[in-house]
């Protein structure tokens, strides 16, 4: 008889698949920095049942201090563990789904399609950029009015910043993340908007991401941030999918092991 797929393993495989192929058709851009923007990038199906899979906003965890406004968070985080997946709605989903953003298969595409600014940073080649270590974090993100993050460049414990949009349609277009450059013979201190200008920002379309290559050094700073989001805006729901220089034995494991092997196969 033949074996039974893990659903969680047949899901990985499947989004993985596709999150190849979304990036082998997608060129990157250069300017101002290494980035790349993706759309269609979970099967439409896929991403369907994700948005009806998004866990309750209570067991959301509050963010950073910074995040707090007049009636509460602006900014709400719910790290996708391996512990937290089981406790949320459709767990072999979201198993699925983080196995995917974490295999290795996606880290070594990515690295490679943001290899000019990677290989400035580390000081290699660029064909040697995808071996470069990468392990993720995914995190789920609910954003609301009146958050707002400025211009910065990401810590170097990162290598790539990637970000997945999960809106439902496209009502909330404007509510993208912008890139930035500092603007000539500006004042170090001041508001931000007058010491930094627009290059460009990316529509907050359903089933869209972006990613770039981290650098914050003084020739090279990855600029990137959100403006205040307005009054009546809705909720900016995201998945924030990171690479960092250094793994997590938390964000690991999300396929049992025994079916782990379907993973390329299934």
Known sequence: MPTAVDPACAIAARVLDHFLARIAATAAIQEPFSHIYLEDLFPADIYSRLLAALPNPDIYDTAAERYRGDTG???RQLALTTVAVDQIPDPALWRGIAAALSAPELKQAMFARLAPDLAYRYGIAADAVPDLPGYTRPTLYRETDGFEIPPHPDTRKKVVTMHLYLPADESQLGLGTALYRRKLLALPAGP????FEKVKQFPFKPNSAYAFAVNNTLMKRSWHGRERLPAGCG???????????????EFTGYLDP??????AAA
């Open 235 to 249: 909720v900016r729901n995201t998945l924030l999918n990171t690479f960092y220089a250094e793994p997590r034995a």
């Open 73 to 75: 968070f602006v900014r």
């Open 192 to 195: 931000w908007r007058w010491r």
């Open 258 to 263: 025994a079916a782990q092997p379907q993973l």
